[in-house]
């Protein structure tokens, strides 16, 4: 291809380089040039333009990439139509994407002119999801690159979608005096949501106690029913020769591995009865947040059988984020900056504006999780040191939707009189010994963990020694974080005044952080909750 600037009137048959203003009318890049273009060209005032010439065996931006695109059929994947030189590829259905690097860097490696991105392997997508798009960097390419990359794409394990396949699960889980029965029935409307994303069901489910045997026979009734198996027992697993690759075993199963580099996740069994996969779920699989059971379930869901080495070479990428629901091991980047700092969780409110029969907005639901529990885990989850939710009005129902989390529960009889009796409630629950206080309201359902560690991390730069504020650009916001030398000054709050009259008054300096709309969105009424996507209470 010859690229390059030429007379106008020597740019008949070439193709337009730049979009070009001629007169009224815009000529668009990768444009023919004809004799109506060149005139209009010409009219304009314009002497040179920059176009490029195919040589012998280029092809066009446009036909390149809709000939490799064609290249993928039958993998899973439909293509939109080329349109300067892209072609975008989408999802023939909803299953789990599957890209080899070595190949995909061959292909990327055959001719610059030419290149594909695409989603990171395995990634689960929905029917019509945009997988991967390809690129043709110049007006043209030689005919040989496109032949080359048509062949490399052809080959068994490029890239392609994996349809889920599984359809019916079974379920058993294990029981203990210790587990509440309340815990059981919410993972188990967990796991059936979590497998409707694939077009899963439970077919067959069971509870039994936490014993091998009659885990075993559990395991063999049931097995006869379903396509796969997931367990979740009472107790965590902590040796190949515990209750679940027990029972597996004498159910005539066999236990593939018990353990895997990613975290949280870490305490799963794989194993198969009869050919059909079993999965004994880690105990942070009755959490919605992604962990290595939802890693594991989806290659499963796309027919795929994971294997010892499949799950030895998760580690890479296998940390993920803290969940609330086990001991935190991790330390944070700079420790000393962020220990002492303790929340206090503002769930104490009548929520009045939600008017009559439209239920509290703290037990509205946002991901299949009432706000106020969903607020308590990202609390929970951060580098925080401990947190405190204060409840009042309905306060039952509000601890009914904190129970089993690893927080303190501080009722505010008095909650009636305004924040101020429930921002000393809070502190008082924390206890002394702290560098700061961030009041967290209970009812901004797009504020997450990310945004309330990057505060406390303002707060450790700062010494504990200024008043750290979420904003929204110049608007201010929430969380704020106070120091703890305002303790004092809290707990002599009286009526309806929570911490802006002593941000106002300490004298301290208030250092505003930008976490952007986060900060300024609540769901006081009923048509916010909807409009931030929660369910109304009993809706």
């Not at 597996?248 to 580099?261: C, F, K, L, N, S």
């Not at 000393?424 to 309330?452: R, Y």
Request: a negative charge; glycine letters at 12%; hydrophobic letters at 45%.
């Amino acid at each position: 291809m010859k690229f390059g600037p030429v007379p106008v009137h020597d740019a008949e048959g070439a193709i337009l380089a730049h979009s070009t203003q001629a007169g009224k009318a815009r000529l668009k890049k990768g444009l023919q040039l004809d004799a109506d273009s060149i005139s209009q060209l010409l009219e304009s005032g314009l002497e040179h333009v920059i176009v490029a010439r195919l040589d012998t065996g280029d092809i066009d931006e446009n036909k390149a990439a809709g000939r490799i695109a064609a290249a993928f059929l039958g993998a899973g994947v439909e293509a939109r139509a080329p349109a300067t030189g892209r072609v975008n590829l989408h999802a023939s259905s909803a299953g789990l994407f599957r890209a080899d690097k070595a190949r995909v860097d061959a292909f990327n490696s055959i001719d610059p002119a030419i290149t594909y991105a695409c989603l990171n392997d395995r990634s689960v997508v929905a029917g019509g999801d945009m997988v991967a798009t390809i690129k043709i960097i110049p007006l043209a390419v030689a005919g040989a690159s496109v032949e080359r990359a048509e062949t490399l794409i052809a080959e068994q394990g490029f890239s392609h979608v994996r349809p889920f396949a599984l359809r019916s699960v079974g379920y058993v889980a294990t029981a203990l005096p210790t587990l509440k029965p309340k815990v059981m029935v919410k993972t188990r409307e967990l796991t059936a949501s979590r497998l409707a994303a694939y077009g899963a069901t439970i077919v067959a489910s069971a509870e039994v106690g936490h014993e091998a045997a009659a885990l075993a026979s559990e395991l063999e009734a049931i097995a006869a029913d379903c396509e796969m198996i997931i367990i979740f027992g009472a107790s965590a697993v902590t040796d190949t020769n515990d209750v679940i690759p027990a029972a597996i075993r004498q159910a005539g199963g066999h236990v593939e591995r018990v353990g895997m580099p990613v975290d949280p996740g870490n305490l799963i069994v794989i194993g198969s009865i009869g050919g059909k996969p079993v999965i004994g779920a880690p105990g942070c699989a009755r959490s919605p947040r992604e962990n290595g059971f939802d890693w594991v379930l989806a290659r499963i869901m796309a027919g795929e059988s994971p294997g010892n080495d499949d799950l030895a070479a998760m580690g890479v990428g296998g940390l993920l984020m803290e969940i609330p629901t086990r001991p935190q091991p991790r330390l944070p980047r700079d420790k000393a900056q962020v220990m002492g700092v303790g929340i206090v969780l503002m769930a104490a409110g009548r929520a009045s504006r939600m008017g009559e029969g439209a239920g509290h907005k703290l037990l509205a639901e946002f991901d299949g999780e009432p706000l106020v529990r969903l607020m308590a885990q990202r609390a929970l989850a951060s580098r925080a040191e401990a947190v405190a939710a204060v409840t009042g009005f309905r306060a039952e129902d509000v601890a009914g939707a904190l129970e089993g989390l690893e927080l303190t529960i501080a009722e505010n009889t008095g909650y009636a009189s305004g924040m101020a009796s429930s921002l000393k409630t809070g502190v008082e629950a924390l206890g002394p010994d702290l560098s700061g206080i961030m009041i967290l309201l209970g009812d901004m359902p797009k504020l997450e963990t990310a945004h309330i560690d990057l505060l406390l991390e303002a707060f450790g730069e700062h010494d504990a020694k200024a008043i750290i504020r979420a904003a929204d650009g110049d608007h201010r916001g929430n969380p704020v974080i106070l120091p703890a030398s305002l303790v004092p000054d809290i707990m002599k709050l009286e009526g309806d005044v929570g911490a802006r009259a002593l941000i106002e008054q300490s004298g301290l300096p208030v250092i505003d952080i930008d976490i952007g709309p986060a900060a300024r969105i609540d769901v006081d009424t009923p048509e916010a909750v909807r409009a931030a996507g929660g369910r109304i209470e009993g809706s």
